[in-house]
């Protein structure tokens, strides 16, 4: 992406001098704020780092994970892509190759014998250029040199703007492959627990409600949450039905036997972690409503992408600490199941599945422009 710049005025001399580069707090975050939402952000992986709302009480509560010392991001061998946008092609490229033009490109194996978000120097391990800033917008900017993921071939320019307007918070993005074709599929890897971890009897994240009324179909996957190209429908009360009423819990199918290797992992996967389509959606319409009833927070997603991906935190093992925002005297640690990441995304691994029509939308090229737009709005019960 291209940005301006802006020469400001000196008195009694003819020359300018360029702009600074925006600041930020002296706690190193970007605050943008309206009326109903405090957004907070780092250059590193263009990173959430907090987002406060209104409970059903009117108190400001951190619905996103994240860690209290914003030095530790980097840090994290773990790196959960904490509210950031991996790229230049998230999630899965399956086994590591895909094809472009006849000709077969090898890509890093991070996930098993599988390439997860691009591999492990993706666009959530870099630091951003922080290229604009208001009171409630920022805009940050990303230079991506051919093959500095593995396999990921041609120059990339990105760029992402978020902002806030009354009680939306809302995210754009952009980006251009000015020399050759090369995948290109973004998006903003959000984790919630919209109780903040402050509820005395669960901090699992079952208690929610998930809502996807366009969502009957789902990419059906293997042990290792790689889609197979099978595409399933979700019967009403099955695992994997968030369609056919507003009441289901995120947790409505623990009963079911299935329900404990659900999303793999050699059947230690409970839950999910796998990709919804959205099917037939008017133009503008809520897609997906999060909600719980311990704090009334409500969270529904529009979206211009063709689905989605649930992940409800399988992986978490207890070791990572609660900001200070967030959590109990007894509740400090990010345990097993407890949050939801919800990534609005083109279908997983669609480059290597052309029976989905989707190659042409993840692959771009000299003359193209990739764009993403998203926006949470936030409401109480």
Not at 190 to 219: E, G, Q
Not at 307 to 320: E, P, R
């Amino acid at each position: 992406m291209r940005c301006s710049v802006i020469a400001l005025p000196v008195l009694a001399a003819a020359t300018s001098v360029v702009a600074r580069a925006p600041s930020p707090g002296e706690d190193g975050k970007y605050t943008i704020s309206s009326a109903g939402i405090k957004a907070q952000f780092i250059p590193y992986g263009a990173t959430l780092t907090n987002l406060f709302v209104k409970d059903k009480n009117g108190e400001d509560v951190d619905v996103v994970l994240g860690y209290e010392d914003i030095d530790y991001y980097p840090k994290d061998p773990g790196h959960p892509v904490y509210n950031s946008i991996p790229g230049r092609y998230v999630n899965r490229i399956g086994k590591g190759t895909y094809t472009i033009d006849n000709t077969t490109y090898i890509t890093q194996l991070n996930d098993g014998s599988n390439t997860l978000h691009s591999g492990t120097n993706n666009w959530s391990y870099r630091v951003w250029n922080v290229t604009a800033a208001t009171e409630d917008t920022v805009t940050f900017a990303i230079t991506d040199a051919s093959n500095s993921s593995l396999g990921m071939l041609g120059l990339v320019e990105g760029e992402v703007t978020y902002s806030v307007k009354g009680s939306t918070w809302s995210i754009k993005m952009e980006a251009t492959s000015p020399e050759v074709k090369t995948p290109l599929m973004l998006t903003q890897h959000t984790y919630f627990n919209l109780d903040a971890y402050k509820n005395p009897d669960t901090v699992k994240i079952w208690n929610h409600t998930l809502y996807m009324p366009y969502s009957k179909r789902y990419l059906v996957a293997d042990d290792g949450a790689l889609p197979t190209g099978e595409i399933g429908i979700a019967e009403p009360n099955s695992i994997n039905d968030f369609a056919s009423g507003p009441d289901l819990f995120l947790g409505h199918a623990r009963n079911d036997a299935k329900f404990a290797g659900n999303c793999g992992g050699g059947g230690a996967c409970e839950g999910y972690n796998g990709y919804f389509l959205i099917d037939d959606a008017p133009k503008d319409a809520v897609v997906v409503s999060l909600s719980s009833a311990f704090s009334g927070i409500t969270a529904d997603l529009r979206t211009d992408q063709p689905g989605v991906v649930v992940y409800s935190c399988n992986w978490m093992d207890g070791s990572a600490d609660l900001k200070s925002t967030q959590g109990t005297d007894t509740n400090r640690k990010v345990v097993r199941s407890s949050c939801v990441a919800i990534e609005a995304q083109d279908y997983v691994d669609g480059i290597n599945h052309p029976e989905w029509g989707r190659v042409d939308e993840q692959i771009s090229g000299p003359g193209q422009t990739y764009s993403w737009e998203s926006s949470w709005t936030f409401g109480n019960l």
